[in-house]
């Protein structure tokens, strides 16, 4: 029996081994990437005028509050706004602000990475970088970390039904020995009166 817990014990460590990312190690002679970093002379507009204007292009502080206020919403009622948003890009840029609170749905994060991709080309080169930073790759990480977690369940739910299976197995195996060893015991017992 405790070998079946140990082979078990091992059999969803290594499959957790496997899910998870390993080290990224750099090669020794690889050439440092220039960091690209925001100066108090850019334009910090969202988009450039020739690419597009609406209200608040310019105004970070605005996006922010969004932003802070998304995060103390609730999923259902930032769901409920975002369906009422049209797919122009100050609205786009709104449904990407609503969807990235952690309590987003797996769903739900991942349309709104292809919305980051798709607006991402119409941001301003300034600002690039800093959603690239703040937005894109939390959200990304966070997808990834999500799906390794469905696939980690989906590897535990199979060993365990496994185990299950194992288990159920052992007992019908231990349940036919002890038949056994009560046949055998009642032969020995009819040998014994038998012989005298």
Known sequence: MKKLLVLSLIAVLTGCAAILPK????????????????HASDDLCLVSEDTAEFEHQCDLI??????????????????????KLSDSLPDTIEKIILSLPVDTPYQ?????QHWIKTIS????GAIQPLIKT????????????????????????EQAQAS??????LESQQKKLAEL??????????NRSSQQ
């Open 134 to 157: 703040v937005v894109d790759a939390p959200n990304n990480e966070m997808l990834e970390l999500e799906s390794a977690l469905v696939i980690l369940n989906k590897v535990n739910a």
């Open 181 to 190: 060893l009560q046949i055998e015991a009642t032969m020995m017992d009819k």
């Open 62 to 83: 605005h996006w922010a509050n969004l932003w802070i206020k998304a995060d103390a919403t609730a999923w259902p009622k930032r769901k409920a706004a975002i369906d």
């Open 23 to 38: 080290p990224v190690s750099e090669p020794a002679d690889s050439v440092p990437q220039p960091i690209t970093v925001i």
């Open 108 to 112: 739900a994060r991942l349309r709104a």
């Open 164 to 169: 299950d299976a194992l288990q159920k197995e």
């Open 121 to 124: 080309p119409k941001l301003s």
